[in-house]
Structures are given as C-alpha cells and as structure tokens.
C-alpha cells in the first residue's frame, strides 16, 4: 500500500511539472516587486501589456504560451509578468511604455532599462527567437542606440536601431532618430537604397523636408523602389497623419491635417482622405456632413468599389430619412448590383426602396433578394420578412 502511494505521489508530482512546463508562469506583482526579482534572480523581465477585449491577445495566451517550447525557453530565461490595462496601474504602465497596441512586449533589465519591445502576434519559434534577439547585448536597443549615436551618419547603424525599434513601437514614434541621420545627407544622396529604407521605415512627418522630397521626386524613387512602395509609402504618411484624429473625433485638428494632406494632389491619397473623411462624419454621427461628404464624392471614388457602396448605403438606410438623400444612397447601392449580384445587394435596395416609400420597386429587389437567395441554396429570411411587410405571400 506504501509503495502505491508513493508512485501515486511520484505521478502527481511529474504531472504537476509537466503542466506548469507547458504555460508561461506569469506574475501579477508590481512593477517595482518584478525589479527587485529581477536583480535577486539576476534575471531579465519578460513583460506583456495586453487588454482582455483583445483578440491577438487572447490568441498568444491560448496558442503560443501553452506551447511547451515557448514555455520552457521563457521560465527559464526571464521572470515573465503581465499587466491587464484596465486593472490596476494598467494605465501607468501603458503609458510609462508608450503602448498603442495590443498585445505590447516589452524586455527589461534589472534596473527597468528597456531592452527590446514587440508588439503583436507572433508564432512559436518566432517568439522564441525574437526572445533569444532580447538576450543578445549586440541587438538589444541600448547598445544599438549608443552604436547610432556614436555615428549618426551611418545608414547602416541607423537601420539597425530603427528596423529593432519598429518591432514593438509605430513609425510616429521612431522618427526621430531616422531625421538624425537624414540631416547629414544631402537632398541628392536621399535617392539610395538604404535612404529609401531609412524613409519608408520610419519618416512620417508629411511636411519633413525628406517626405517633400519624394513627393517632388516621385519618378526617381520609384526607379529605385517601385510605383507600388512609393504609393504605399505616401498613403501610409497620410493614414498616419489623419487616422489619431479621426479615431479621437478631433474635428478641428482633423480638417486642419487634412488641408496639409490635400496638397499631396495625387489620385489614390485623394481618395484616401475621402475614406476618412467618410469614417470621421459617420463616428461622430454628423450625419449632414455624412450626407454631404458621400453625395460629393461617392461616384468620384467608390463608383467600382461594390462594398464600400454598399456600407454606405447601409448607413443611409440606419441613419438617414430625407427622401432626396435615400434615393442616392439607391442609386449607389442599384451600381453596386450592377458591379456584382449579391443577395445583400438586392435586399439592400430593397430596404432603402421601402424606407423612400417606393414600394412597388422594393418588392421587386425582395423578389430578386428572395430568388438569389434560393439559387444559392441559402434561407432568405430577410428577404421573406420584408416581402410579408410588403403584404406580399
């Protein structure tokens, strides 16, 4: 009986370690208790910010930290914590780290130096080895830093910081040594393989001198680059200029950049800006200047874009009711079916049809909905309700 009790415990105790070997141990304590931790246990800090609303959070917990190899390279290597942002000092944090994303990764030494930062999902090995890159001297940003600034004119030191900077923090936030190097190279020597780099990476100030350059330039960089990199780097400059006010509902700030954007004057920024002009309205629910800002330009832009005509037309039909203003919202949504039939499109018709009191025509999209639908083999539940409200069997 002995015996089989102590093979019991034996089996107990091996799972016992076999689970907690296969899931990150992460802390709850403080920021000052994991320091102290950290120089007692001569141990980095492995440190996640996250939020529980967070779906690539909550994707790491469930998909990478349970993976043994994640598990047993982290335990072994660092003392590993987290912090919910909306508990506890989860707001001291975010700002102490400057997160803007979730999940944030950041590495610390004893002393609270930061080491390295990540920001998103990352697979298993991936994780891994960005961990190995946090424990390597030579990678980690204080070293790198030092490295750049002892020699601000090299482009190479220059990538090396800013490349390891923009794994865990947005280009608005690692502009500043990219500038420093710009400065020591004249407008000429900007056209260059790891000049472009240095730009595409980590330039966003629209007015810089270096951003203009491009702009007057546009030929030349996409000789070196490509049409397409050019394109992307001169929208992601604009994104990233109106995208805080527009999630912030800064109206004055956003119509203010947005004048600065529209110098740009090229085609695909155009209808960038037009994109957040259309967020902005319909977030802050102004739906005059919705209506105004989708009757000027809808046709211009999104006149071959089937979606975009369709959200539009579903955000007239939950918000607007002037007569006038649901039949353009008809005409976009009646192009968007001619683009492509669709059982959304015709119910969508439909729906707005009714809600303008054309009735006979909105029996006869619930019809083409209903019919659509059937052809698909799908339940056309919507399209049988609206059709009964139409006092159509």
Not at 302 to 329: C, F, H, P, V
Request: glycine share 2%; hydrophobic share 40%; aromatic share 10%.
């Amino acid at each position: 009986m002995r015996s089989f009790l102590f093979l019991l415990c034996l089996l107990l105790l091996f799972s016992s370690n076999t689970i907690n070997a296969q899931t990150i141990a992460f802390s709850e304590e403080s920021l000052p208790k994991l320091l102290e931790r950290s120089k007692k246990e001569n141990k980095p800090i492995f440190y996640m910010i996250y939020a529980e609303w967070c779906p690539h959070c909550n994707k790491m917990k469930k998909e990478v930290f349970n993976n043994a190899e994640v598990a047993d390279f982290m335990n072994k290597n660092f003392i590993c914590a987290w912090q919910d942002i909306e508990k506890e000092d989860g707001d001291a944090i975010k700002k102490k780290f400057e997160v803007k994303s979730y999940p944030a990764f950041v590495f610390l030494d004893k002393n609270g130096t930061v080491l390295y930062n990540l920001s998103g999902e990352y697979k298993p090995d991936a994780l891994i080895q960005e961990a190995k890159n946090a424990l390597n001297p030579k990678m980690q940003l204080p070293y790198l830093e030092q490295q750049f600034l002892a020699d601000p004119s090299n482009a190479d030191k220059c990538l090396a910081y800013i490349l390891t900077l923009r794994k865990g923090k947005e280009r608005t936030q690692i502009s500043a040594p990219a500038h420093t190097y710009l400065a020591t190279q004249s407008d000429k020597e900007l056209v260059s393989d790891k000049n472009w780099k240095v730009i595409a990476n980590a330039v966003t100030d629209i007015e810089s001198r270096e951003f203009q350059y491009v702009l007057k330039n546009q030929q030349a960089f996409e000789k070196l680059t490509s049409p397409v990199r050019v394109e992307r780097k001169i929208n992601s400059v604009v994104s990233e200029l109106l995208k805080p006010f527009t999630e912030n509902l800064d109206t004055i700030q956003y119509f203010k950049q947005r004048k600065i954007a529209k110098t740009i004057n090229l085609p695909k920024t155009d209808s960038l800006i037009f994109t957040f002009d259309v967020t902005l309205a319909e977030r802050a629910k102004n739906w005059s200047l919705y209506k105004k800002t989708t009757a000027e330009s809808v046709e211009k832009y999104y006149w071959n874009d089937s979606r975009m005509l369709k959200e539009i037309g579903q955000t007239y039909l939950k918000n607007i009711t002037t007569i006038a203003d649901l039949n353009n919202a008809i005409k976009w949504s009646g192009r968007a079916v001619e683009l492509g039939e669709s059982y959304d499109g015709y119910l969508l018709l439909a729906q707005l049809h009714h809600k303008a009191k054309n009735n006979k025509e909105a029996v006869v999209y619930a019809k083409k909905a209903k019919s659509f639908s059937e052809s698909m083999g799908w339940n056309p539940t919507d399209a049988k309700n609206l059709l009964t409200e139409l006092g159509v069997k």
